[in-house]
Nanobody
Framework: QVQLVESGGGLVQAGGSLRLSCAAS????????MGWFRQAPGKEREFVAA????????YYADSVKGRFTISRDNAKNTVYLQMNSLKPEDTAVYYC????????????????WGQGTQVTVSS
């Protein structure tokens, strides 16, 4: 089992940047592919980005491609989401999640979840 704790959310103006972190504890972090999801009020939780076990492969939702970058540091048991050129429609609670399989975009394929961190982008 792995425990995940997100941090780094906050309030930012449109066009600004934030960097989210997700610290993992428990079983070997590098055994898991990692993903970021987000959920806006009244909407379903949606896939944002995924990264493979070693960090060599990444995959993004079209809505964030070119603006967001997912990365990981297995020595620090941490996955990151760098968010640039933020838009008001990026406002949501952001969750990190762990899966044994890389590239999954369905939340049902992720086995462990963090508690989420709020990102609010003002116009």
């Amino acid at each position: 089992q792995v425990q995940l704790v997100e941090s780094g959310g906050g309030l930012v103006q449109a066009g600004g940047s934030l960097r989210l972190s997700c610290a993992a504890s428990g079983r070997t972090f590098s055994s898991y592919a990692m993903g970021w999801f987000r959920q806006a009020p009244g909407k379903e939780r949606e896939f944002v980005a995924a990264i493979s076990w070693s960090g060599g492969s990444t995959y993004y939702a079209d809505s964030v491609k070119g603006r967001f970058t997912i990365s990981r540091d297995n020595a620090k048991n941490t996955v990151y989401l760098q968010m640039n050129s933020l838009k008001p429609e990026d406002t949501a609670v952001y969750y990190c999640a762990a899966s044994y399989r890389y590239g999954e975009i369905r939340r049902e394929e992720y086995d462990y979840w963090g508690q989420g961190t709020q990102v609010t982008v003002s116009s």
